[in-house]
């Protein structure tokens, strides 16, 4: 299908005192809220906690409490009310240089009965450290939720090079029990186009088990040497990811590189593209990366242009850089039941998507105002949003 794309909407001045809705690929609706304007939220924004250092992803327990990965490579423990319990011990070193650290973190499926977790880090080659890769950790969490144990790499991306960004990297877990995990490229210039190499684990999203092996029904690629686990490729940085409620399909958030952010929807041995066809530009030229589509390769649901909405010139694109994902499925704001809710690091927003089957019928920026970072985004057992922004805090947003 073809991308509905910010560039198809028309941008008009926007005074208005409440965030605004954009009709998706139709006339009217300005890109967003005016930043200096003190707007009304649809609901209320609170503080949950504080003090973290780049907090990166995050995972609530059965029984209301709190895990949060701080990119530095520690991880904090909260409880219901946002009161820091303190740092858990058992975290592994990670390589925390430049995008790299400690990323992502999930429970297993089976947690009330294995207390098993999984996170995803950034590791260095012991034998040159010079080279590092993104990897998934597996340990136990103690009954108190205060000590891991039994950790275990159970997956490397392998060649491991020498970069210090575009590690990916969320964790999902599929209905059958089996593991997504989103990488990056690199961004190595002179080999971004591994993301199209089925046998190197750069720019893909691979699905394993919870021992780390490939996981059954992977396609096959007809390709000598191609990585078992590899379920899609040609991806430039994945940072966020979530099953769809209804069908079980993985969307995903990627990053452009100038403008072209995607959100995408995952098939089995699809490839969306990079570097061969993108809605982006080069940075340093401003020149297109490629054409927008080719034959055989997957369009994005939704591409992000520029932040505002505005029509764009050559060398005028601006990235929203998004990161973490969720569908609301909670009940505490029905209106919303079913929307795609989109964290942004640059557009420094929470972007909300209403969904028509595959496709987005219209757009939200929410809190701009607040001219946060947002890295990650999770529905709460209270049914409401649970944002971390990079300048340290954990914010509710909800009834």
């Not at 707007?39 to 029984?63: E, I, K, N, Y």
């Not at 950790?151 to 999902?172: C, D, E, M, N, Y």
């Not at 059958?176 to 089925?198: C, K, M, W």
């Not at 996981?215 to 899609?232: D, F, Q, S």
């Amino acid at each position: 299908m073809r991308p509905c794309s910010i560039r198809a909407l028309a941008a008009v001045a926007v005074a208005a005192a409440f965030v605004s809705l954009i009709p998706a690929c139709g006339g009217g609706g300005g890109g967003g809220p005016d930043p200096s304007a003190q707007q009304a939220f649809p609901f209320p924004v609170t503080q949950r906690a504080s003090g973290l250092v780049v907090p990166w992803g995050m995972a609530f327990l059965p029984d209301g409490r709190l895990l949060v990965t701080e990119r530095l490579g520690r991880m904090q423990l909260f409880d219901v009310s946002g009161q820091s319990l303190g740092a858990i011990s058992g975290v592994p070193p990670v390589l925390s240089s430049g995008q790299g650290g400690l990323l992502d973190v999930v429970l297993d499926p089976a947690f009330a009965s294995n207390r098993r977790i999984y996170f995803s880090f950034a590791e260095a080659d012991p034998a040159n450290p010079a080279l590092n890769g993104t990897a998934v950790g597996r340990a136990v969490l103690d009954p108190d939720a205060r000590a891991l144990s039994g950790v275990t790499v159970i997956w490397r991306q392998l060649p491991k090079v020498a970069s210090s960004a575009h590690f990916g990297s969320r964790l999902v877990f599929d209905r059958s029990g089996h593991l997504f995990v989103t990488l990056g490229d690199r961004l190595l210039d002179g080999e971004r186009g591994f993301a199209q190499d089925p046998t190197r684990g750069h720019g893909k999203v691979m699905r394993i088990t919870t021992d780390g092996a490939p996981a059954p029904g992977n396609p096959a690629w007809g390709v000598a040497g191609a990585l078992p686990e590899v379920w899609t490729l040609g991806h430039r940085n994945v940072q966020g990811a979530a099953l769809h409620p209804s069908t079980g399909e993985l969307w995903t958030s990627e990053h452009g590189a100038q403008g072209g952010d995607e959100i995408n929807r995952l098939r089995a041995g699809a490839n969306y593209g990079w570097p061969l066809a993108s809605r982006s530009q080069e940075y340093e030229t401003l020149t297109p990366v490629g054409p927008a589509s080719l034959p055989g390769m997957e369009d994005p649901l939704w591409v992000w242009e520029t932040i505002t909405g505005s029509p764009w010139t050559g060398g005028a694109k601006s990235s929203i850089a998004p990161a973490g994902i969720a569908f609301y499925t909670g009940s505490a704001m029905p209106q919303w039941q079913g929307n795609l809710f989109v964290t942004a690091l640059a557009g420094r927003a929470l972007w909300r998507l209403t969904l028509d089957g595959d496709r987005v019928t219209s757009q939200e920026r929410l809190l701009a105002q607040l001219n946060e970072r947002l890295r990650d985004v999770e529905v709460g057992p209270d049914g409401a949003l649970y944002l971390l922004a990079e300048s340290g805090r954990v914010l509710r947003f909800g009834p």
